[in-house]
């Protein structure tokens, strides 16, 4: 869809040279945008828990498991971003440092309950974030927008 409109005496007014329409713009452009300030915004509030992106993944990762995970499954863990999979041990191992996560004799990592504090602590901060970034974002809007980023995601694999 074009951004041409029509003056009153029937003229047909384009948009200026090198403007470009909302819903012209590239979309990867627009999603690497998106993708950018949600990270700066959740990595600043993570910060002010002295809390890294990686360590709150472990977090809940290491949470979610029944018995713990191993560093061979936290290494293993799909992590986004490029970041590869030695960031996820160094974070385990951080909070091991911290007293947040404790080994067991099985080499299973778990959650001290100083490790639960802080993870409640954390999803406090981090269900803030996505109150600010959904804002006055519907929910409808919020999943249409993923399912149309799924569906391109799709298409290209």
């Known amino acids: 869809m074009t951004n041409v409109s029509t003056s009153q005496n029937g003229t ?3 948009p200026q040279k090198g403007t470009t ?3 012209q713009r590239p979309i990867a452009l627009v999603a690497w945008q998106v993708t950018e300030a949600i990270l700066r915004h959740s990595q600043a509030a993570l910060a002010r828990i002295d809390l890294t992106q990686p360590q709150w993944w472990a977090l809940n990762n290491i949470v ?9 499954e936290i290494r293993a863990l799909d992590v986004p ?3 590869g999979t030695e960031v996820m041990a160094h974070a ?5 440092h911290r ?5 067991g004799a099985d080499g299973r990592l778990t959650l ?3 490790g639960r504090a802080a993870l409640a602590t954390a999803k406090e901060h981090m269900a803030r974030v996505r109150a600010e970034l959904v804002g006055d974002i519907t929910e409808e809007e919020y999943a249409a927008a993923v399912s149309v980023l799924q569906r391109v995601t799709d298409n290209l694999s």
């Open 21 to 23: 329409a909302p819903d």
């Open 92 to 96: 385990a191992d951080a909070l091991v």
């Open 99 to 103: 007293g947040w996560l404790i080994g």
């Open 12 to 14: 047909t007014n384009s």
């Open 81 to 83: 971003y490029g970041l």
């Open 64 to 72: 979610r498991a029944e018995h713990g995970l191993t560093r061979e």
């Open 112 to 114: 001290t309950d100083q």
